[in-house]
């Protein structure tokens, strides 16, 4: 590959101009980008001569581009378009027929979709895939030397070649069919030669992929994959589909892969949880690999921090910059800092050095921790992290036994654990004075629409009794937060509700240009204290402004009134926010409408996402500095921008709700569910982060709901159990394999009582200078969690079509790098996935197909802002669910068993006229009902007699006296509780208007708004990776 080739110029890489391959009508290559992938100069495999390897085109759909023909000769043959879905399984083959393409009607507004002509044959039946280490099926072709990975140019027409008889690879022992692709029978899958490394030998059976991790599937006649034959943008493709040649070439009737047969995400979730489910975990290994978040298991702190609170993309960090370049797999970790430890794990312990603060090393400002140590009878020690010689404090000292540990070992956690917090000195406070407890504030926009619609009067109910649920410290009778209260449309109203007062009193501000609070006394008040006269002023509330006409309101003064009102108690806190409309009054930040539809596509389309600077920017670092975290929850009935909206709140540690037309009856309980959960949820507050590492590599980047004042410091103005901060790390030196990589995350808060305190989350990782160690340690949900934060974040400076070519270069690099490195050499025509990535392709697929990077003029701007800044503070498990959703068959399930049914593959092909499903993702959940449903199913969960007695406008889901009801409330309520976010459960009647929203959660399949299904992914990614090592 030609130095200038693919993937990698500091910011990230793109094609570069006038290369060789693709004529120039493409579209000039984009300027250089920012983005998040390996730095230094362009790195490239081997480096045959220059212009061999060939740019990312561009295409229509900003999908990978087509193939061109003199790629492989002329003999390759395009052929015909892909219908949208795969057959169904033969058995409802004539039940499903309509299923296969979306009915098509003005409602759907999608181009229409291709005709089935059969499908994807040269490539994807005779792709075999690998897994990790194991050696492939030998091919003719590859008989030769290992270097030799191209394989003879697959036959024009559209039958895969035949394997010369004598030539057949020696299989192990007998082995079943494949199952039948048309009318004719495939051969044996193959496998030669004994399994590599880090494999164990699969048992073998009919479905080739999910029972054997890791083993070769041979297409029919062990024929070579060509490229992919791809409908182009030709009128008839989906948007966004895969580019490709004219579909009038249709060659001869092709065979079917058997869609079982590709790695499958959920039977890598169901085999870990066979293998490491109800374990007890020990994290006293360094750089070992935890189980799958997917994975029920019980933590046991043994040095290093529970993968709750810190996971990382690989566990196995590459000595030397060189080898992190050449395999393109970024070096990140996760971190939750805060995350929710189960009741069945021992919560952090609290260590309190009085008056002296915790240990630090001199030299770099390390925590003490289980890396340090101890020398010279116990009296210095060295620091783990910069190898300084510290002495020992006095009243630290402690001797050393035979094995120069200290005795009192397993006494001190933090010398024992890896994670555990510190009592902070008066050192680590502002102004050197102990911290106030926090405040909650609550501003409710009075203005017509959300009189109107119930809302300010369900929000005072709630809060009638909400407040004795506020959060309080371990221990504590009652909660040492405060509480004030705001109203406001065009201008402001302060409520006095001191406790010695017998009405509460408002005060109005109406100059909302210099904003300032007109009380100090009796506006942030104790619940407890004041109980009578906030009641009374809630129930005031909806009656005071019932008559109101004020449709416009102010947002960015209403912040700052939050702010200023916590400067003026001295304390940090958080404002709630409820808010219906874009803020048109005169006032700071003043929005105007700048939705437009005509941008989406191009250049410009970064623009919709980017928040309007000016007041926001600077309302951000004041709410920083404060310790004031913003949570907003938005009603909206058209467009509000959301982009510059949730800017506040995305910076501060803070959340964004959206309830779209909001009705009481429907989105009420789904908003009270969320209100709860977030004033209830533990947070500390005024946090500011550091991450420190062992010598021989950095932090160098930091993708969250965080503001960053310098390079180092993350600062949040709250951070609570569900927030993720994503930190990529590089090198600027070698690691060493006998020291590891270390890394310590200290985060400086305040609790919700009102104390200082530092929490500390120590982890080690294991260092190689072999590639596959570092592919076989890998993370695949934690991977797709850094590729999703920084292809969101790189979307607000770059055209959406390079930042998508760039996630599918890198995708094809790490693939392709393991290939030539790590794999057994094998023919070019096998797709080979490390073990631990196998599933990797689909979750970036779906990454792909999201709302924010789709790029589709039927979704709207607000939505696709707001799911980009949901993503920015995700962890690894609501990434994982989100991009890959659990779809759950009801119509089997063991109404007896207390455990959730399997989920089945999140593909239209599992679903079934008969069936009854249940999709959720961590933000909806839909249940899904086919059309021949059983009756008997339909009258114990809803109380109608059948199918077409269910209206499913407004339908919820009514608690029956029976054991099918009871079962489906159990498992809606047991997924509820391991999700971040309420989700509000939409009921869908197959062949219904709003079945279209819940086929665009069936990942595996087309994207209804554009994207590939998995079967053309993989089959493009293939052919990338066939392009990288030629």
């Known amino acids: 590959m030609s130095q200038q080739g693919y993937v990698a110029t500091p910011p990230y890489s793109q094609a570069q101009a006038g290369m060789v391959g693709y004529s120039t009508g493409f579209g000039n290559p984009p300027p250089q980008s920012h983005y998040g992938a390996y730095g230094s100069p362009p790195q490239g495999y081997s480096a045959p001569p220059t212009g061999v390897f060939k740019p990312p085109a561009s295409s229509p759909s900003g999908m990978p581009p087509p193939p061109v023909s003199s790629q492989y000769g002329a003999n390759i043959q395009q052929n015909g378009a892909h219908p949208p879905s795969f057959a169904p399984p ?42 990790y280490g194991q050696r492939p099926m030998q091919s003719p072709s590859s008989s030769a030397a290992p270097q030799q990975f191209q394989t003879s140019p697959p036959p024009a027409m559209g039958h895969p070649p035949l394997s010369p008889p004598g030539q057949q690879p020696s299989s192990l022992g007998s082995l079943p069919p494949m199952a039948t692709m048309g009318s004719m029978q495939a051969p044996p899958m193959g496998m030669s030669g004994p399994p590599g490394p880090g494999v164990h030998q699969p ?32 009128t008839g493709a989906f948007p966004g589909g895969f580019p490709g040649g004219p579909s009038q070439m249709a060659g001869p009737p092709q065979k079917k892969l058997d869609p079982d047969s590709i790695p499958s995400p959920t039977q890598v979730i169901d085999d870990d949880q066979a293998k490491r489910g109800g374990q007890v975990y020990a994290t006293n290994i360094r750089g070992q690999v935890p189980p799958l978040v997917t994975t029920d298991f019980t933590v046991q702190d043994q040095g290093n921090a529970s993968p709750r609170f810190m996971r990382c993309t690989t566990y196995s960090f590459p000595c030397t910059a060189d080898l992190a370049k050449q395999c393109k797999v970024p070096l990140a970790a996760i971190i939750k800092p805060f995350a929710t430890v189960p009741k069945n794990e021992t919560p952090l312990y609290i260590v309190n050095h009085g008056e002296t603060g915790p240990i630090r090393c001199n030299r770099c400002k390390a925590y003490m921790c289980p890396y340090m140590q101890f020398t010279d009878g116990g009296r210095r020690y060295q620091c783990g992290f910069c190898s300084c010689v510290n002495e020992v404090p006095v009243q630290f000292f402690q001797h050393l036994d035979h094995m120069g540990r200290r005795m009192d070992l397993y006494e001190r956690p933090e010398l024992s654990l890896g994670s555990y917090e510190f009592i902070a000195t008066l050192d680590y406070c502002k102004n050197n004075k102990p911290p106030n407890p926090p405040a909650y504030i609550f501003m409710i926009d009075v203005s017509y629409n959300n009189i109107k619609s119930g809302l300010v009067k369900l929000i005072c109910e709630e809060l009638k009794t909400l407040l004795d649920r506020l959060p309080k410290e371990e221990g504590a009778e009652s909660s040492a937060i405060k509480v004030g209260f705001v109203t406001y449309n065009k201008i402001l109203h302060f409520y006095n509700v001191k406790s010695a007062l017998a009405q509460p009193q408002m005060m109005v501000v109406s100059d909302v240009t210099e904003m300032f609070v007109p009380l100090l006394d009796g506006f942030l008040v104790n619940f407890q204290e004041s109980r009578a006269v906030i009641s009374n002023l809630l129930d005031q509330i909806p009656d005071m402004f019932a008559d109101t006409n004020e449709s416009e309101t102010v947002f960015a003064p209403v912040m700052q009134a939050g702010v200023e009102a916590l400067k003026a108690a001295e304390c940090s806190g958080k404002l709630f926010i409820f808010h219906s409309s874009m803020p048109t009054a005169e006032a700071p930040g003043k929005l105007k409408n700048r939705d437009d539809k005509k941008l989406v596509g191009t250049e410009k389309e970064k623009t919709l996402f980017q928040p309007q600077r000016g007041v926001y920017e600077q309302l951000t670092k004041d709410c920083v500095a404060q310790g004031c975290c913003v949570d907003l929850f938005l009603f909206p009935n058209q467009y509000m921008d959301m982009a510059t909206m949730g800017d506040v709140p995305s910076h501060t540690g803070g959340s964004v709700y959206k309830y779209s037309n909001f009705q009481v009856e429907i989105n009420g309980q789904h908003f009270l569910s969320d209100l709860r959960r977030d004033v209830e949820k533990s947070i500390g507050f005024d946090a500011i982060m550091r991450v420190r590492t062992g010598t021989g590599f950095r932090a160098t980047d930091f993708f969250g709901a965080v503001h960053m004042n310098n390079t180092t410091d993350v600062e949040m103005a709250a951070v609570d159990c569900d927030k993720a901060l994503t930190v990529e790390f590089k090198h600027d030196d070698t690691l060493s394999e006998e020291s590891g990589a270390v890394m310590q995350c200290a985060l400086l808060y305040t609790t919700i009582g009102g104390q200082r305190r530092l929490r500390v989350h120590n982890l080690s990782l294991n260092c190689s200078s072999q590639l596959s160690e570092l592919y076989k340690s890998c993370e695949t949900d934690a991977l797709i969690n850094f590729f999703a934060k920084s292809a969101y974040r790189a979307m607000l400076n770059q055209p959406l079509k390079t930042v998508r070519e760039i996630l599918v270069n890198q995708t094809a690099h790490m693939l392709a790098c393991y ?52 993503v920015m503070s995700m962890g690894v498990e609501e990434t994982q669910v989100l991009l890959y959703p659990r779809l759950i068959p009801l119509h089997t399930m063991d109404v007896s068993s207390e455990s959730i049914p399997a989920p089945v593959r999140c593909s239209e092909e599992r679903l079934s006229e008969s069936g009854m499903f249940l999709l959720e993702n961590g933000l909806s959940m839909f249940l899904w009902l086919g059309q021949a449903c059983s009756p008997d199913l339909i009258q114990n969960l809803f109380d109608v007699p059948s199918f077409g007695h269910l209206t499913t406008e407004g339908t919820s889901l009514p608690v029956l006296d029976n054991a099918h009801s009871r079962k489906l409330h159990s498992i809606i309520s047991s997924i509820s509780q391991q999700r971040a976010a309420s989700m509000k459960l939409l009921i869908v009647k197959q062949k219904d208007r709003a079945e279209m929203l819940f086929r665009q959660h069936l990942v595996e399949d087309k994207g209804l708004h554009g994207g590939a299904s998995y079967m053309d992914f993989l089959c493009y990614v293939h052919r990338e990776i066939r392009q990288l090592l030629t």
Not at 845 to 850: A, D, E, F, I, V
């Open 203 to 234: 048992p073998l059976g009919p479905q080739a992929y999910q029972q054997q991790p890791g083993s070769p599937i041979a297409g029919p006649y062990g024929a070579q994959m060509a490229g992919p034959q791809m409908a182009g943008p030709q």
């Open 90 to 131: 033969a058995a409802s083959a004539s039940s499903m027929s309509a299923y296969g393409q979306p009915p098509q009607s003005a409602f759907y507004s999608m181009a229409q979709a291709p005709p089935p002509t059969q499908q994807l044959t040269n490539q994807m039946s005779a792709m075999n895939i690998a897994g």
């Open 819 to 870: 290939r030539k490195n790590c794999a057994t050499p094998s023919a070019a025509s096998q797709l080979i996935l490390p073990d631990a990535m196998k599933v990797f392709p689909v979750y970036m697929n779906s990454l792909l197909k999201t709302p924010s990077l789709v790029g589709s003029t039927e979704l709207s701007t607000d939505d696709r802002a707001f799911y980009r800044l949901m």
